[in-house]
């Protein structure tokens, strides 16, 4: 039957290409119009190992994603680089999710999905930057998770896998099944040819909505969510700091005075 | 105890008693019973197929006997008999939130003989010490670690828990509130209480550090954050301070623990670990290519600091991903970071701003990283940086110091 993997997708709008952020005054959340949607960047090493470990292993890659029906497009792309299967988790009622209501979400989809081997998951997502949906969905579906993963060996009914953490790698014996958040570096996600994206157009794209699922009303969405955005603002990055432009001694010689000045060189 | 066995389900199969990490279950008469020393971390409840096992968990109506959580706990994170850093910062933080809820604050010590780590927990402010000490904890593993932080929890009740946003805490933390139902924010980088509500407020950068969000936890306890570290400052040590140190009792079962640690690399290439760097030399497009970084190593070296890399650089192929400072990379928050040949996207921005003082080398006077810098030098860094390191290693050497003090 070959590896059931799952891979969580998350469609993210690309801030790569924001000028700067607009806030609704009124409603105190960010305007997303005119700015393009990604598949989380971090999310496609994620894609691009699952595939890989199919085509050495055989098996099965289901591409599932949480979002409004325009997510559809990044699990499109999800299949152009090779998934077989593509879910859509939509329904007015998961808007609003934290963390933990979007993962357990998920894990009430993957219930559904039923036998599965290996969940990949990008480290974080780009646009909340938390990396907490993968080890929440691990801890709800009871299976070990190994976070920061920049290696992938698959040794019968485990993993080798290889971690990065502060000043080094660590390197885990973990069994399957399992939970991986991946780190860019692991591979080199795949371009989509145009036959493929092509093709992937004409896919069905299953779509579940919360009575799919099966799950407990109250513990998707914003009621579902223990944590609440109180309040959002635009940061002011710009530091008022001086610019010079002098003769490449002179300029070293002037930066050395000012980290003398600042305590920083002593 | 918030934790039931329904005798008209359980048909004694037993499971429940192979998962627990305390080993505190047993088959008596075909049914399973607790015994004592459980944590109530729900592993038995997870395993069970029939549902015999219940426990009292938040709902959306939220944690129940939410007052009686009380007190700060901060996670002390320990790599090989030696405090994170991180740890002291939060411990500095802890105390301020503890102070204004007139609260007391804790610290979780989880490891195998790390009894010498609780004095300066206490030195650092924690008023008590939790104490978990197991061989099999010597080395970080999720599971192992959950289970002790669900002890820890579980007896103290705090009202806020606190953990460095390292990858061992961003690890932990989220596998920990899934299992207590409650709410965690990531990467904070500001805390404080709501006068009135006395709710932690958890700031943090979100959307590519274009904005700032602010976050509570109102129904559900503990209130949990992850901390970026570097963020907080260090809180002077008062080496006479005294606390009580309060030993955890439980063995946790070995085969409980699913992954194990094989081998642990350290890393040559880097003269200082980047998260950890006080000063930070990074590089990117405007190196032209990756021999080109020597330069840049040169330098990071007289002034004792890290290298790392934009993500062109990266992309690039000049250095591998673990050098790279930004969105898709590592956040650093040094005393002194220098961007050389750098534009300044928004990704690298983010990765960057905490930083105390931002100084940015770049041929192009229009570059976006000026907008951030502190100072700026509009040349030619293949010039610059080599004055720059001549200039550092000349005061250096007539200082007499040689390296940077860290």
Known sequence: MGMQIIVCIKQVPDTAEIKRVQINPET??????????????????????????KEKQGGKVTVLSMGPAQAEDALRKGLSMGADEAILLCDRAFAGADTLATAYTLSAAIKKIGRFDLILCGQQAIDGDTGQVGPSLAEQLHVPQVTYVNRVEIEGQNLRVRREVEGGYEELHCPLPALLTVVKGINEPRIPTFSSLAEAMEREIHIWTAGDLGAEADRLGLEGSPTWVVRIWTPEVRRNGQVIENSPAEAAQKLASFLKQKGILS | MGIQIDKDKCTGCGRCLA?????????????????EGCTVCGACRDVCEFEAVAIERGSSRGTPDIEKYSGVLVFAEQHQGKLKDCTLELLGAGKKLADKLQQELAAALIGSEVDMLC????AHGADKVYLFQDEILKFYHTDPYAAAMTAVIAQQKPSIV??????????????????????????CTELEIEDESGLLMQIRPAFGGNIMA??????????MATVRPKVMKKPVPDILRRGEIIRIEGKI??????????????????????????????????????????LLEELAKSLGGAVGASRAAVDAGWKPHSFQVGQTGKTVCPKLYIACGI????????????????VAVNKDPEAPIFKVADFGIVGDLFQIIPELTQVVREFKGDNGSGECER
């Open chain 1, 28 to 53: 105190g959340t960010i305007i997303r119009e005119g700015i393009p949607s990604v598949v989380n960047p971090l999310d496609e090493y994620a894609l691009e190992e699952a595939v890989r470990i």
């Open chain 2, 19 to 35: 998962v627990c990490p305390f080993g505190c279950m047993e088959v008596v008469e075909r049914k399973a019973i607790i015994k």
């Open chain 2, 119 to 122: 004095p300066p927990l206490f």
């Open chain 2, 162 to 187: 606190l953990f460095g946003a390292t990858t061992t805490g961003r690890d932990l933390a989220p596998r920990l509130a899934a299992r207590l139902r409650t709410g965690l924010t990531a990467d």
């Open chain 2, 214 to 223: 602010s976050i509570k936890c109102s129904n559900y306890r503990p209130q």
């Open chain 2, 253 to 294: 079962n070995p085969k409980t623990i699913r992954t194990k640690v094989i081998q642990v690399i350290e890393t040559m290439d880097q003269i200082v670990n980047l998260e950890e760097a006080e000063i930070v030399v990074s590089g990117g497009r405007g190196l032209g290519k990756a021999e080109n970084f020597h």
């Open chain 2, 343 to 358: 534009s300044g996207a928004i990704q690298h921005l983010v990765g960057i701003q905490t930083s105390d003082m931002i």
